[in-house]
């Protein structure tokens, strides 16, 4: 398609997506009719042929629903009693993939653990071994962010017997999250979230004396339970078998809508799969998969299942854009994985077409999202995010993703007709470029994360498969 020709459908679609967005009108319309979607759950099971539905309304091809099993896990009851220096009963809620305690509950001794880290874990050295661990969800300033499963391998193997994750925001938010390993693996240990101000009421009551709790916690797992991964294509030209990937997760937390997390992402690129569909269908070089991921949130199986079933064409995609949390808090921002020539060949085709797209030099370590098991198994991946706030913000932890407070009314209409026009600019010129990324050997990407010093926090996360990518 002539550069000129080529430039006024996506002036087009880009009008169509400021003017007619549906952003904003999908994400209530599924958080609102459907709920969160969590994995194993009702919700998740109605909301996909909501997701196909829309696939098909917005002109996509060769629409596929792919399935994949996984250990699923239900909420029980949860409750925390502090038992002295006074006694209290506390408000908490499980962490995701957290076992239940022992039918007759669990008492201990609590120890604090700051946030988490290992220079905090070992300054304690054996103290922790038998007591219930407390460490925060944030992270030191000035360092990647720290995530939970990694503080919760590392009070794990320094013998604590439960995990106490306080929300170091305040206004009475409790955290939540996976604590699962890998997509196969689950909690060995009880886990539990606590908000700001609970915390804060257990270290006054430390000063007292040694805190004691009493844990009593029901979950369950339900093993070779099914999610999918939802896709369609807007076919490229024929020239070139290669394609991009565009994934953003469809599940969410259930204790709230999850409406930010990741509902906005998502709709946000489909929305620019709507509004592109029409226009560019056969006329770009490259085609463009936009795949809605099937539980993300504990520990991106729809993307690992992924990269499993599609191993023998991998060499055939072009790069992976994650859009977990597009949208969200900012305008987009491309953040990088451990790829400087990924790196440069986005920064060239940014500076060369003047997209509005800063790039994010950060060592964020992205074991947690989507472009994970891409990345790791050679594929160039970045994520399109809209995740910009201040160093202390980031610190304090992830704002009010995976709480009761992601709710739709949260969103930022404007913002998000924004990142779906900077999403399709960004998809054009990637789909034109005359060259890409080169595919590299799963084992040269852990070479790179062990020489760049990460094999340590991987290890803790559980996340550390040089061999495969199902972590067998």
């Not at 020239?239 to 953003?248: A, E, F, K, M, V």
């Amino acid at each position: 398609m002539a550069e000129s020709k080529l430039d006024d459908a996506l002036t087009a679609a880009c009008g169509d997506m400021w003017i007619n967005s549906r952003i904003l009108s999908d994400v209530t319309y599924l958080c609102d009719e459907f709920g969160n979607r969590f994995a194993g759950s009702g919700s998740e099971w109605r909301a996909r042929a909501f997701i196909l539905d829309k696939l098909k309304e917005y002109g996509l091809s060769n629409i596929q629903a792919e399935p994949c099993t996984y250990t699923a896990w239900k909420r029980g009851t949860c409750s925390l009693e502090l038992l002295a220096p006074r006694k209290r009963q506390l408000t908490c809620v499980s962490m995701v993939h957290a076992p239940g305690t022992p039918p007759a509950g669990l008492e201990a001794e609590v120890i604090s653990v700051g946030q988490g880290t290992q220079a905090e874990f070992d300054a304690l050295g054996g103290a922790v071994a038998g007591k219930i661990a407390m460490c925060t969800l944030g992270s030191p300033v000035g360092i990647p962010p720290l995530h939970r499963v990694g503080k919760y391998g590392r009070a794990k193997a320094a013998g604590a017997i439960a995990v106490i994750f306080p929300t170091e925001e305040p206004m009475q938010l409790i955290g939540t999250g996976t604590v699962a390993a890998a997509y196969k693996e689950i909690g060995t240990i009880p886990a539990v979230g606590i908000s700001h101000e609970t915390w804060r009421y257990l270290l006054r009551q430390q000063e007292l004396g040694p805190l004691r709790v009493r844990l009593d916690v029901i979950n369950a797992f339900a093993p070779n339970t099914q999610t999918w991964n939802l896709y369609g294509d807007i076919p490229g030209d024929g020239s070139t078998d290669d394609y991009i990937l565009i994934g953003g997760h469809w599940d969410g937390h259930e204790l709230a809508d999850a409406a930010l997390d990741n509902a906005l992402g998502l709709f946000t690129a489909l929305d620019a799969a709507r509004a592109m569909s029409s226009r560019l269908k056969g006329k770009l070089k490259r085609t463009l998969r936009f795949v809605a991921l099937g539980n993300e949130e504990s520990w991106c199986v729809g993307s690992t299942n992924y990269v499993d079933q599609h191993a023998s064409d991998l060499d055939k995609l072009a790069i992976m854009i994650n859009v977990d949390a597009l949208s969200r808090y900012s305008n987009p921002q491309l953040r990088l994985g451990k790829r400087p020539d990924v790196a440069d060949f986005c920064r060239k085709l940014i500076t060369e077409h003047k997209l509005p797209i800063p790039m994010m030099a950060s060592e964020w370590l992205p074991g947690s999202s989507d472009d994970w098991p891409f990345l790791v198994s050679g594929v160039p991946a970045v994520t399109l995010t809209g995740l910009e706030r201040s160093a202390a913000a980031q610190a304090l932890g992830r704002g009010i993703d995976h709480t009761h407070a992601d709710t739709v009314d949260k969103i930022d209409d404007t913002r998000a007709r924004i990142s779906a026009m900077t999403l399709a600019q960004f998809l054009v010129r990637l789909a034109n470029a005359p060259g890409r990324p080169e595919k590299l050997a799963r084992a040269e990407m852990f070479k790179r994360l062990e020489a760049a010093g990460h094999k340590k926090e991987l290890s803790d996360q559980g996340r550390w498969h040089p061999d495969s990518v199902l972590g067998k």
